[in-house]
């Protein structure tokens, strides 16, 4: 077993789903102790900020250190060249890839301060994400040439991300009793045509300099009644709409209030906004130049949004398939690890 393999095993094994991220937190701080002074490895609630601001050109890496509740593959399992096990794509195989750069002295004493950002609280509201805690008291951390969320990505270079938008959409009725509904409204058949519509909806294809992002309206969620024999007086759905970086949120809530004109009231509950590309930003060419191939848009939302909100140009690379991010059966190719380490580290070397 090799040791990016090991160190991902014992992420993996170490349960951290979103807001239980202490023990994870630790271990990593840890691990990385002998290797950084204390002053070196700060902890902010249960992120951690490692490494040092020396005066060289900041490069920064980022990933979070929650995972979506366990589905029964909380522990790590290596069948053929995949490992299984809960985060292992979404993100802990990126994490095991920033523990390992920032061990290597090759890293450490190159061009550039690299320092890593493991934060906790990701998978959950957009309000409650660690990284905003670790922003507002490093915020020299905003001097960033570039950053690097190691999110999964194929191993291909995925710039920006769509902002996403979670609603109450409630339709209301009438309770009575199921024997006599004509003395009601049935709110939930009330939202048949709505959710019919919603039904049909295709994504719309909307393109970036050059990048395909695709406009999505998903209804996620839904609740209604109180009873078998009550003619259900309220129904809400959650309406999750992922925005292209065309729009600004202000916006986007608008087209969102549009899609549920429907409704009788929309209640919006969680807004972040979309990442937007660091065109002609030279840390991002050569990066793409490392990497090779085409680079593309990032459908899902990442803290890279966070980040060029605040002015820090950034971008994702990581070794997790997209496609295995929250699955039961999670998994992460093994070789993907060795490239992803190999890639960034002639990036951050040369």
């Not at 090759?106 to 890593?116: A, E, F, I, K």
């Not at 990284?131 to 920006?160: C, I, K, N, S, Y």
Request: charged content about 25%; hydrophobic content about 40%.
């Amino acid at each position: 077993m090799s040791p990016l393999t090991e160190t991902l095993a014992a992420l993996v094994d170490i349960p951290s789903t979103s807001g239980s991220e202490g023990r994870l937190c630790t271990w990593v701080a840890g691990r990385l102790l002998p290797v950084w002074t204390m002053q070196a490895v700060r902890r902010v609630g249960n992120s951690l900020i490692v490494g040092p601001r020396t005066g060289r050109p900041l490069v920064t890496l980022y990933g979070h250190l929650d995972t979506v509740p366990e589905q029964g593959n909380g522990m790590a399992r290596i069948d053929g060249d995949r490992m299984y096990g809960l985060g292992t794509s979404d993100m802990k195989a990126g994490l095991a890839v920033m523990i390992h750069l920032l061990e290597d002295e090759v890293v450490r004493s190159g061009p550039y301060d690299v320092v890593g950002v493991f934060y906790e609280k990701e998978e959950g509201p957009s309000d409650e994400n660690g990284l905003e805690d670790v922003l507002a008291r490093a915020a020299w951390l905003t001097e960033a040439e570039f950053a690097v969320v190691l999110e999964p990505t194929d191993l291909q270079l995925e710039l920006g991300c769509n902002g996403v938008l979670n609603a109450d959409v409630i339709f209301r009725g009438h309770a009575a009793h199921s024997a006599r509904p004509w003395l009601g409204e049935n709110a939930v058949t009330k939202a048949g045509e709505w959710l019919a519509a919603m039904h049909r909806r295709q994504p719309e294809v909307v393109e970036v300099g050059g990048l395909e992002y695709r406009e999505v309206f998903s209804v996620t969620r839904a609740d209604g009644g109180i009873a078998d024999n009550v003619i259900p007086a309220e129904f809400v759905a959650n309406l999750n709409h992922r925005f292209p970086p065309i729009y600004g949120i202000d916006e986007a809530e608008a087209r969102l209030r549009e899609v549920a004109a429907g409704a009788d009231e929309v209640v919006v509950r969680d807004r972040a906004p979309a990442g937007t590309v660091p065109v002609g930003n030279p840390y991002l060419a050569r990066l793409a130049a490392v990497i090779g191939g085409e680079p593309r848009a990032k459908q899902g939302w990442t803290d890279v949004a966070r980040l060029t909100s605040r002015g820090i140009p950034a971008a994702n690379y990581g070794p997790g398939e997209v496609d295995q991010a929250h699955q039961v059966s999670e998994s992460v190719p093994l070789g993907n690890l060795e490239v992803a380490h190999m890639t960034l580290r002639r990036f951050l070397t040369e």
